[in-house]
């Protein structure tokens, strides 16, 4: 997966504070649960804890206790393609250690005998396809999701397409149902103490 450092080129400066961004994420996640017209009561909580990393605010930044400070964050809606019914919303998260992880959360109808696959691949080609797994629906209705971790560099590969499969492991992908861009959010710089003067 030769390239991959040429994601530079979609970076957009957008500029969340911590507080706003987790307004944000709320409100995409309540937005999601809404669309689903059914149990949207305390199992939706669940579905949340599955899929979204434990990212907590530790004085300036932003800490994972297992992969340690967010470096990255970026996001984007899903979307159904040629009339297909889905919708739903990616989060990416790049930590200190290394480690990308990705969340999805899609409104999809589940289809007896079919899996949906989840995947990355670059903006501009479709040649190299990364396959994140196959999503779960833990209340056996709309709501779907999904929760992949990698360590690999993956920076070029922002673009997610969601495939409806016959079988949980595709040798390729196969028809694809819905899809999405993740778009890089600059993180704000924390603010430094001045430093006293010398005495």
């Not at 984007?76 to 019914?85: E, H, K, R, Y």
């Amino acid at each position: 997966m030769d390239g991959r450092h040429e994601a530079e080129q979609y970076y957009v400066p957008i500029h969340f504070h911590h507080s706003m961004r987790r307004h944000f994420l709320l409100l995409c996640t309540a937005f999601l649960i809404t669309a689903c017209n059914s149990k949207a009561g305390t199992d939706s909580d669940v579905l949340q804890q599955d899929t979204v990393p434990t990212v907590m605010k530790t004085g300036d930044e932003l800490e994972d206790p297992v992969h340690g400070t967010e470096k990255t964050f970026s996001y984007g809606a899903l979307s159904g393609v040629d009339g297909n019914n889905a919708n739903g919303v990616g989060y990416r998260y790049g930590f200190s250690d290394g480690a990308t992880v990705i969340t999805l959360n899609l409104n999809v109808p589940i289809v007896k005998g079919s899996y949906y696959i989840g995947w990355l691949t670059q903006e501009d080609s479709t040649k190299e396809w990364i396959k994140m797994g196959d999503f779960f629906a833990p209340f056996n209705d709309a709501r779907h999701g999904l929760k992949f971790e990698t360590k690999a560099d993956i920076t070029a590969y922002k673009k997610v397409v969601i495939t409806q499969e016959q079988t949980q492991y595709p040798a390729a992908p196969g028809k694809i149902i819905a899809a999405g861009s993740l778009t890089l959010v600059k993180q704000p710089v924390p603010l430094k103490k001045p430093t006293p003067p010398a005495k």
